[in-house]
């Protein structure tokens, strides 16, 4: 109350429903919309970009925002048919992370592309069955370079017409009897690479600050 922020005190039912998850922490706050235009994104230069295609599980969605603000990624777009941002699940999953750096939402991912690409950055698409992996010491060079990773929906991938819109594809390593990694692992390994390429060619820089509000 002391920052101006209105407060009522609810029922634990009432709780439970506006929660809509079995286990409230008892606190719930009404907040505007966080998201920007592509073009806000764009014009800050951004180095490192999570794009996501037609991810629709929210939990999954949720990691790969959390995780890329963990490795210092300047935006994550949620394109095409990915789940909205502000679904429950998905906002739970972020941690925090959804108010801590630039998300667009409903954007087309040709013209996504188009315009990070405009802006400097490789598109590479993380592909399990890609020819080379993020072993491959040109891969790791590639990285130093500014890069928007392409996920996809964790049950298909990304189908053939996604994958041609990316500049390079690359694999996680699979050095055990796994088939695979689910998106939100495959997804941290890969942002930290890239953390980890352009911190060592370029020196750490300021990250995760919100475009200015408009």
Known sequence: MDAGVEVQVVSGEVMTEL???????????????????????????????ALLANVRDPGN???VLRTADAAGADAV?????????????????????????????????PETVAALRGAGLRIVAADGRAGVTLDDPGTREALAAPTAWLFGNEAWGLPPELLALADDSAAVPIYGRAESLNLAAAAAVCMYASAAALRA?????????????R
């Open 77 to 109: 777009v949620f394109a095409d048919a990915s789940v909205d941002p502000y679904n429950g699940k998905c906002v739970r999953a972020s941690a925090g992370s959804l108010f801590h750096l630039p998300v667009v939402a409903g954007t087309r991912l």
């Open 201 to 213: 060619a370029h020196g750490p820089r300021s990250v995760n600050s919100r475009v200015p509000e």
């Open 19 to 49: 929660a809509q998850t079995v286990t409230p922490q008892g606190l719930l706050a009404i907040c505007d919309f966080v998201d920007v235009p592509l073009a806000e994104v764009v014009a800050a230069s951004p180095r490192l970009v």
């Open 61 to 63: 969605a949720g990691t």
